[in-house]
């Protein structure tokens, strides 16, 4: 890596993270998941040493491998360093104060996740006042039935477009035909709501954050005891969120005013 050796005298250098940077890089740069022998050819290592760098950086959250194909994709903890380290002017840093006024209103935990190859991840959250265990923490993978995971199946993107026709595959016939009706709910009005999709007694509902193309940023979610979290349109704490999400999107695409 030229970077490191011109800021860093060789033996103030630790060669083992050095390696470990160098398989990131060639999965990044190559832009597409990558199986192991492709990660081989790029680099000068042994076929040992390689299995133990993958599996190292698979366990530390860096690395993902698909346990069908074989493919390594970037982790869910290099996005979340990611978005640590992108300047103010990020989208979570804008639609901060968004954030804390829905959960300061609703009193109710508030979560962001962006767009990644395996699900929607959680970058941004702010809790409410009560202790409570929502089954999701910055760098949780959500999955297709939670509210958020619904949002990425109605507004797909080219990021996450393999992984929720993968999930909707899953889903036995009932759920499939389920996610189909509430796709066309959630078009109409833009929001989602889910029932206990992680943890038993904790529901959701969440809208998203889309461009001035309609396509998704992100996704908003609001989740609280399930007694808490309303389950209808109707309801004056779901119009409130609609609301917001919609401000988010217009705020963004520089359309609000």
Same mark, same amino acid.
């Given at each position: 890596? /030229?970077? #490191? ?6 033996? /103030?250098?630790? @060669? ?11 999965? =990044? ?10 990660? &081989? *050819?790029?680099?000068? !290592? ?17 690395l ?6 074989? +493919? ?8 979340e ?18 954030? *804390? ?6 009193? +109710? ?11 929607? !991840?959680?970058?941004k959250?702010?809790?409410? *006042?009560?202790?409570l265990n ?8 959500? %999955?297709?039935?939670? =509210?958020?995971?619904?949002? #990425?199946?109605?507004? %797909?993107? +080219?990021?996450?477009?393999?992984w929720?026709?993968e /999930? ?11 996610? $189909? ?5 959630? /078009? ?23 461009? &001035? ?16 979290? %309303?389950?209808?349109?109707?309801? %004056?704490?779901? @119009?409130?969120i609609?609301? $917001?999400? *919609? ?9 609000y005013?």
């Amino acid at each position: 890596m /030229e970077y #490191a050796k011109k800021e860093f005298k060789k033996t /103030e250098m630790i @060669q083992s993270l050095q390696v470990g940077l160098s398989i990131i890089e060639v999965i =990044s740069k190559k832009n597409r998941p990558l199986k192991y022998n492709d990660i &081989f *050819k790029e680099l000068s !290592l042994s076929k040992n040493n390689l299995y133990k760098y993958l599996n190292t950086l698979t366990a530390l959250g860096m690395l993902y491998r698909n346990p069908f194909t074989g +493919e390594y994709y970037m982790g869910p903890k290099l996005a979340e360093y990611g978005f640590q380290a992108v300047d103010q002017e990020n989208v979570i840093e804008q639609i901060t104060p968004y954030l *804390k006024q829905l959960r300061d209103e609703t009193n +109710e935990t508030v979560l962001y996740a962006c767009a990644t190859e395996r699900g929607p !991840l959680v970058v941004k959250m702010l809790h409410n *006042k009560q202790t409570l265990n929502v089954g999701a923490q910055i760098g949780t993978l959500l %999955p297709l039935f939670s =509210s958020t995971g619904k949002l #990425a199946y109605t507004y %797909p993107n +080219e990021i996450m477009e393999n992984w929720a026709s993968e /999930e909707f595959q899953k889903l036995e016939k009932p759920q499939q035909e389920e996610l $189909k009706e509430n796709k066309k709910q959630i /078009e109409k009005y833009r929001v989602a709501f889910a029932s206990e999709p992680i943890t038993p007694s904790v529901s959701s509902l969440a809208v998203p954050i889309l461009d &001035f193309n309609q396509a998704i940023v992100g996704t908003v979610t609001v989740v609280g005891f399930s007694h808490r979290i %309303p389950t209808t349109l109707e309801d %004056p704490m779901t @119009q409130f969120i609609i609301e $917001k999400g *919609k401000e988010m999107s217009a705020f963004l695409d520089g359309s609000y005013t």
